[in-house]
């Protein structure tokens, strides 16, 4: 389905634009549908198999996403973002409902359940580097940052409900009612997405021709994100600060809270903790619309973020380390909202979806592969010297960033 251009209109802020509200909604389904769909998941794997087993079926999607990512961002700059958005959400649809049904029917076997898991890792690869193309064509230039930040509040909204939702969904109709209640969320996001009609896109000075074949648009894509001044620096500061950040969030928190034996209770806190503040960014960068010295505020907050990180592994008592938890979402909210403003606002149109999926296959792709590495390390060195050490590497991002001139200069266009 082609996607309807409007004519240039005056911007208008995008907390009152209709079609980013559509967008945003449409999002936010899709993403509670995601996470009740990997409760579903995560309840039909562990009831079906071993331990061993269900990690196994969790584990598969991350596969074909990380290594078809490069590929999603290719077929969202040629086909257009809102197409390859509509055609995953509709796809994952049907593929839930159908496991709905299958589970309702019957128990499916383990394979059954990998399958689904390896369908959706294609989708994500595909959904990913769209969703990130899509605020330009929805928003202007100068809205760009506050549209950053209520995807950050849909993101907050759908990682602190979508669990609880599927959780209620199996305790009262069992896998196969919250495969179906994450099957009619995705079918939500449809007619949103099919109402949403996108901005007409300035004409680029020197617009690339596609090129032949996908792989040479890839190579170009690649081409000129490494000669960007901006957006290449951009791309090592995302990297960097998700290698150091997502090992102790994801796998050190458990650790640290069973050492301290404040138990599963005490890792919910704090996990309570990071969403406060992450939340609190997106609210910030929402309302505010515009944050100076974009750039800087960039690498400062990763920076100082970092002290929080190491911090933790040294917090005494649990309500410390709520607080510090607080902190890095804070940052680490305010700082991933405006990389990703000024990813958008600094990419030529054209190659959009192929930037957007090298930072989501930093972050998505590249990052979860310390979760061994962190695991690994904490049982040989103990809580301090690892979150030191992954502290270390977000300050790194945050540094680098300070020091790069171009990086550190850059602006938000101002309304």
Sequence with gaps: MSAAVLAAAPSRPAHRDPRVLRWLGAYTASTLGDGVYHLALSWAAVSGGTPAQAGLVL???AVPRAL???????????FGPRRVVIASDAVRCLVVLALAALVLATAPTLWVLAAVALVFGVLDALFLPAVGALPPRI???DQLARVQGMRGLGQRAGAVLGAP????????????????AAGLLFALSLPLLLGLRLRPLPAAPGAPARKDTALGDLADGLRYLRGHRVL???M???????????????????????????????????LAGFGTGAAAASLLLGVKGRIPRAGAVLGWTMAL???????????????????????????AGLSGALAGALLQTACDPAYLGRVSAVASLCSLGLAPLTFPVTGAAIGLWGTGPVF??????????????????ALRRAELPKG
Aim: hydrophobic residues 60%; proline residues 5%.
């Design 165 to 180: 939702l599927g959780g209620l969904a199996v305790a009262l109709g069992g896998p196969g009612a919250a495969f179906a």
């Design 305 to 331: 973020g970092a002290v929080s990180v190491g911090a933790l592994a040294h917090a005494p008592l649990l309500p410390a380390a709520v607080l510090l938890a607080c902190s890095v979402g804070l940052l």
């Design 232 to 234: 290449g620096p951009l």
């Design 388 to 405: 030191a050490a992954s502290a270390a590497v977000c300050a790194l991002a945050g540094v680098y960033g300070l020091l790069t001139t």
């Design 236 to 270: 090592i500061v995302i990297a960097l600060g998700d290698l150091g950040f997502v090992g102790p969030l994801n796998v050190g928190l458990a650790l640290l809270s069973d050492q301290r034996g404040w138990g599963p209770s005490g890792i919910g806190w704090i």
């Design 139 to 141: 928003a202007a230039r």
């Design 68 to 78: 078809l990512m490069l590929g999603g961002g290719v077929i969202a700059d040629r």
């Design 59 to 61: 584990a598969v999607s």
